[in-house]
């Protein structure tokens, strides 16, 4: 009976809902070990750059190397913020600390430990970026990390 | 490896069981299931739940989801003696669609094995919708009820989730609840029962945890700490003869603190007699240390993590341990490689007595430095270490002291060095020790040196190289092996590459692919053909044993 419920209820919600264009509600926990709502990474107005990366995933670590990189010329060209929302469980989360404190990287590092923000936003695989507008809006997505893919994120950034 | 056929598994534990025990178990526990209070409770919590967030339905809503295919054609392959299954294909589908409306979400997941990818659990069969919820979450309360996923503490006593790459889903079907005041203590409470495949465990599951935000508490400035107690109860009916109580409890307190650059965390976790297959039925209690020391300052990372365990594998029901059914989560603390032959024996988790540690430093060279040139220069060194715990089930065991027998070690260096604006190149070094005892062979060590090293080529804005050699030298088990892989990329949605693994000295086999993918938005298609060797696989922290295969693979990916 609740397996017809529940398919009734997504069928009527169809008609009325968009595809995933807002940032979901949920938990996440910064490396001092406090917890934040997601919501909360709109505060400072600006746009919001999430890149979903864990330390034994070589590819993400290339992409916020290069965000480093870029980050004092793209800041000077728009105002905007990145948070790397690391997905690694109890089995590397310890070391999320030391990746982000030895490589410099000037934006908030956050911990998703059970993916509860990961599956939120229906990620399967990572790296996966969002650019998210001030007011919540998801204006852009992509799955993968090559190099010179950063560029396509000042361009989305710029045109905001 | 079907483990019903077979009777065996090499769980995250390094258990192996006898499958014959636990039909033997499992008959004795009364099914009551359809009679459960909880699942009436579940019912009816769900139905208020969607009544409420029907109200608002035509409004407008936000529906997004995802899908997600892994599909692979099996081919014989005479060279390396593989037999395709007689089945050729096998494909894993996953669904998910979720609603949003406010405060209000629903969803639910569809997943299909068509049939499971050979090596996966065999009792992933058919299709589904295996994960169903509805939940409501304010400020500061939320409710579910349905399926959902939960971690208390690090996972020494529980955690329900998801590892699709080796096919495991815990996740609870019930109720949860949780309430946190003015943010400083957060209440968290949960019942209902592990998914165990495609059916339940035969076994209820209740937990809760109290955490108090003491720094904030207390008002410390530039300091946090928080304290928090987690219980957990597995209740399996038993109407035997044995002294077998039908209650588990578990029990941990863990702390942590962080000051400017120093962090510190610990966890100590208790678990009650439990007289199950994988105590090998002795009626033992169980307990777990972890413990978490951290320095760091821009440029320099340093962690340094503790851990004994001392009977701790906890299964959603006295029957074998493994890959989906387990209560608790004990990754091997290691590091996690991304070179192929780094990765050839992994360590697997002792739950019933080990001990050991891992030390892990990364140090940034400055740009501009001697030694960090022009573009500056990244160091990682990590080591760890794993043995037995010193005594033995019946006079006891030491607190912390190792045994004689090592498990395992990796000692290991990696280097990252940008040569030019267009080049940069890893450097890495393993010097390995894996005892096959770990899963379920004879005592042992296989002793190995890895070194191995990339070098990525960006020749303009969007095309770049990438090009890998390895090897492992060993002389012991499959001998040495020699790896070379080349990857194009355009930028930011097309690549393609080429590998080969070789082994010399055993036998002689070459494990070659190739493929590509691409990317356009949130979705993104690949497609390989080659041969796999057999091994452990490992995502997560849990690892699965794979046998060889040679075939093509197709896996497509997409979120809306």
Redesign the interface.
């Known amino acids: 009976?609740?397996?017809n419920?529940?398919?009734g209820?997504?069928s009527?919600?169809?008609?009325?809902?968009?595809?995933?264009?807002?940032l979901?509600?949920a938990q996440l926990h910064?490396?001092?070990?406090?917890?934040i709502?997601a919501q909360s990474l709109l505060s400072d107005g600006v746009p919001v750059v999430i890149s979903f990366w864990s330390?034994?995933c070589?590819p993400c670590i290339?992409e916020l190397n290069a965000f480093r990189d870029q980050w004092t010329k793209w800041q000077k060209e728009v105002n905007f913020k990145i948070v790397a929302v690391s997905v690694d469980?109890?089995?590397?989360v310890?070391?999320v600390?030391?990746?982000?404190?030895?490589?410099?990287w000037p934006f908030t590092v956050l911990l998703d430990?059970?993916?509860?923000f990961k599956?939120?936003?229906?990620?399967?695989?990572i790296p996966?970026l969002y650019i998210i507008e001030a007011d919540g809006k998801i204006v852009y997505?992509?799955?993968?990390y090559?190099?010179?893919?950063e560029?396509?994120v000042l361009e989305v950034l710029k045109s905001l | 490896m079907d483990p019903n056929i077979t009777g065996k598994k090499y769980g995250c534990c390094g258990q192996v069981a006898v499958l014959v025990s636990e039909t033997r178990t499992r008959a004795t526990a009364p099914n009551t299931y359809r009679n459960n209070p909880l699942k009436r409770i579940f019912t009816c919590l769900t139905i208020c739940i969607i009544l409420a967030a029907a109200k608002s339905i035509y409004a407008q809503g936000n529906l997004s989801g995802s899908f997600e295919t892994n599909s692979i054609y099996y081919l014989n392959d005479n060279r390396a003696g593989i037999v395709a299954p007689d089945d050729k294909t096998a494909s894993n589908n996953y669904f998910k669609l979720d609603y949003r409306y406010q405060k209000f979400s629903a969803g639910v997941q569809y997943e299909a094995y068509l049939p499971v990818l050979q090596g996966l659990p065999s009792t992933l069969r058919n299709s589904g919708l295996v994960f169903k919820y509805a939940s409501f979450r304010d400020s500061n309360f939320s409710v579910t009820a349905g399926d959902f996923y939960e971690q208390l503490g690090n996972g020494l006593i529980f955690r329900a989730y998801e590892e699709r790459a080796i096919g495991l889903n815990t996740s609870v079907e019930g109720a949860r609840l949780g309430y946190s005041f003015r943010g400083l203590v957060q209440l968290k409470g949960f019942a209902g029962r592990s998914r165990e495949f495609m059916d339940r465990a035969a076994s209820n599951v209740k937990g809760g945890s109290l955490s108090v935000d003491i720094a904030s508490a207390i008002k410390l400035e530039h300091t946090t700490a928080n304290a928090a107690l987690n219980i957990v109860n597995r209740y399996m009916g038993y109407t035997g003869q044995e002294p077998i109580d039908p209650n588990v409890q578990a029990y941990s307190f863990n702390i942590d603190w962080a000051a400017n650059a120093f962090s510190f965390q610990g966890e100590y976790a208790y678990k009650s007699k439990d007289n199950s297959v994988y105590t090998n039925n002795r009626n033992k209690d169980g307990s777990a240390l972890l413990l978490e020391i951290g320095y760091n300052t821009p440029g320099f990372g340093t962690v340094l993590t503790l851990r004994r365990l001392e009977y701790m594998q906890f299964g959603s029901t006295r029957g074998i341990t493994g890959i989906g059914r387990d209560l608790n989560y004990l990754p091997a603390l290691t590091k996690q490689h991304g070179y192929s032959l780094a990765v050839l024996n992994p360590h697997n988790t002792m739950g019933n007595e080990e001990t050991g540690g891992q030390l892990d430093i990364q140090y940034r060279l400055k740009e501009g430095s001697p030694l960090g040139g022009k573009y500056g220069t990244q160091l990682s060194v990590n080591a760890s270490t794993y043995y037995n715990l010193r005594g033995d089930v019946v006079d006891g065991y030491a607190f912390f002291t190792p045994g004689n027998t090592k498990y395992y070690q990796d000692i290991n260096i990696e280097i990252e060095k940008r040569l030019s604006a267009p080049v940069l190149i890893h450097l890495f070094y393993a010097n390995q020790q894996f005892n096959p005892m770990v899963i379920g062979k004879e005592n042992g060590l296989y002793k190995s040196h890895v070194i191995a090293g990339d070098l990525r080529w960006q020749l303009k804005q969007e095309r770049s190289f990438r090009f890998e050699w390895q090897h492992l030298r060993s002389r012991d088990y499959q001998k040495n092996w020699a790896a070379g892989l080349v990857e194009f990329a355009a930028s930011p949605a097309f690549t393609c590459f080429i590998e080969d693994m070789y082994n010399y000295g055993d036998s002689n086999i070459h494990y070659y692919r190739l493929g590509g993918s691409y990317t356009f938005s949130r979705t993104r298609m690949a497609l390989q053909y080659g041969r796999s060797r057999e091994g452990l696989i490992c995502a997560g922290g849990v690892c699965l044993y794979m046998p060889a295969y040679t075939g093509l693979n197709l896996s497509l990916t997409s979120s809306f």
Not at chain 1, 89 to 92: G, P, T
Not at chain 1, 113 to 116: A, E, H
Not at chain 1, 141 to 144: C, D, E, L, V
């Open positions: 009976m609740k397996k419920l529940l398919l209820l997504l009527l919600a169809v008609a009325g809902a968009s595809a995933q264009t807002r979901p509600e910064t490396l001092q070990g406090q917890t709502n330390t034994i070589k290339e469980d109890a089995r590397s310890g070391r600390r030391t990746f982000a404190s030895s490589r410099e430990k059970n993916q509860d599956r939120a936003l229906n990620v399967n695989t996966q997505s992509h799955i993968g090559t190099p010179g893919s560029t396509k």
